[in-house]
C-alpha cells in the first residue's frame, strides 16, 4: 500500500502539488459531506469543486441535475493530502494511521492472532473517525451537529465550538447524561489518564457492556447550559423500532444532549428531537471514503463461532483469559459428550464477549 501511494503521488505530482495549500479544505469537505456549488469557490479556497476535480485525483458527485453536489475521493487520495499536509506544517490527521493494512489482514485471516488496535471494533472506528472530523475543522470554529455528522438522519441541530479531539477509553462505566453531573469538571478515570470532560478535548468510549451510552464527549457551547454528544452502537439484523431507539436514548442522554445511534440495521422510525441515526443504508454517505473500513470493523465484532474460532481470535476476545482457551485442546475428550458439550459452550460464550 505504501508503494502504491508513493507510485501514484509522483505521477500525479503536479496535480496534487497545485492543490498542497488546499489539502485542508479538500479533506474536509471529503469527509464532512459538505454541499458545494461547482461553479462557486468553496470557503478558505479560490478554486471551484470543478477546477478540483479537474486533475483527476477527486470526483464532483452532482445531486441530480442541480449545479450542487459532494466532492469524493478513494481512501488513498485522502491518505496523500494527509500526508502533504504534515508536510506542509498542517498536520491534518496527524494521528491517524492509514497503512492500517497489517491490522485489515488479520481481521480477515481466522488464524491470526488479533491484537487489540483501532480497526478492531466497530465503537473503536466511528468514535475514532468522530476525532478525524473534529481535526479537519479549525480549532475554535463555530460548527453544528448537521456538519459533523452530515450523511446521517437528524432531527434537530445544535451549534457549538470545534475542539481537535484526542480519543480515551473509560476504565469505569460512566453515566453520559449531562444532567447527572451539572459541575464545572466532570473527570473521567481513562486508560491514560483522567480526563476533564468539560474541557472539550476528548472522545470518550465507555467501559465495555456500559448500561449508558458507548461513546460521548462535552460539546462547547459558551452562556448554555452543558450538553453532551452521546453514541450508541447496535450490531443486529432486525430494523430498529421507533420504541427501541426511544429505549436507547432514554438510558444514555438528556433532553437536552445529543443522542446518535448507529446501527447495521435499518431504521425507518421517527426519532426524537435532538437525535440521529446512522443506519446500514446511510454508511457509504456517512463515512465516505472509510465506508469499507466501517463495514470491515463491523466484521470483527460479530458473535465468533466456537466451532471455526482460531485460538488466537479466542484469547482477543474480552474477559476470555488464555487459560480459558487452552481448555479447548487440553481437556480430554474420552468422556465428552461432544455435541452436547460444544453446544453448551456455543451459548455459553457470548456472556463473555
Given amino acids: 500500500m505504501n508503494d502504491l501511494r508513493s507510485k501514484l503521488t509522483e505521477k500525479y505530482r503536479d496535480a496534487i502539488l497545485g492543490s498542497v495549500d488546499d489539502a485542508r479544505p479538500i479533506a474536509r469537505a471529503i469527509l464532512t459531506r459538505r454541499i458545494l456549488n461547482r461553479y462557486k469557490p468553496f470557503p478558505k479556497t479560490n478554486k471551484t469543486p470543478d477546477e478540483f476535480a479537474g486533475g483527476g485525483l477527486i470526483r464532483f458527485e452532482q445531486i441530480e441535475n442541480s449545479p450542487n453536489g459532494y466532492l469524493v475521493a478513494p481512501y488513498i487520495w485522502l491518505w496523500v493530502f494527509a500526508e502533504i499536509s504534515q508536510q506542509q506544517g498542517d498536520p491534518i490527521l496527524r494521528d491517524w494511521e492509514f497503512a492500517d493494512y497489517e491490522e485489515q489482514r488479520a481481521l480477515l485471516n481466522p488464524v491470526t492472532s488479533l491484537q487489540a488496535k483501532s ?3 466497530f465503537e473503536n472506528f466511528v468514535a475514532s473517525f468522530r476525532c478525524i472530523k473534529s481535526a479537519v475543522i479549525e480549532e475554535d470554529e463555530l460548527v453544528t451537529i448537521s456538519d459533523v455528522h452530515a450523511g446521517a438522519r437528524l432531527n434537530g441541530d445544535i451549534q457549538f465550538k470545534n475542539h481537535n479531539l484526542r480519543l480515551e477509553i473509560a476504565k469505569h462505566y460512566t453515566d453520559t447524561k449531562s444532567k ?30 456500559s448500561p449508558y451510552g458507548d461513546s460521548f464527549l ?8 452543558n450538553s453532551n454528544e452521546i453514541h450508541q452502537f447496535k450490531l443486529r439484523e432486525k430494523a430498529v423500532s421507533k420504541k427501541e431507539y426511544q429505549e436507547e436514548r432514554e438510558k444514555s442522554a438528556s433532553k437536552n444532549d445529543f443522542f446518535i445511534l448507529f446501527t447495521t440495521a435499518n431504521c425507518n422510525a421517527e426519532i426524537p428531537k435532538r437525535s440521529g441515526i446512522v443506519d446500514r443504508n446511510a454508511f457509504t454517505n ?68
Fill in 119 to 121: 480497526w478492531q471494533s
Fill in 180 to 209: 447527572s453531573l451539572t459541575t464545572s469538571e466532570w473527570n473521567v478515570d481513562c486508560s491514560h489518564s483522567t480526563v476533564d470532560v468539560r474541557q472539550f478535548k476528548h472522545c470518550i468510549i465507555n467501559a465495555p457492556t
Fill in 218 to 225: 462535552s460539546l462547547d457551547q459558551p452562556g448554555t447550559e
Fill in 286 to 353: 456517512y463515512f465516505g471514503p472509510f465506508a469499507g473500513r466501517a463495514y470491515r470493523s463491523i466484521r470483527n465484532n460479530k458473535v465468533k463461532n466456537i466451532h471455526t474460532v482460531s485460538l488466537g481470535q479466542m484469547r482477543n476476545m474480552d474477559q476470555i483469559s488464555k487459560e480459558r482457551v487452552n481448555v479447548k485442546t487440553k481437556r480430554s475428550m474420552k468422556n465428552f459428550y461432544f455435541r452436547k458439550g460444544l453446544h453448551m459452550i456455543s451459548r455459553i460464550l457470548p456472556r463473555f464477549m
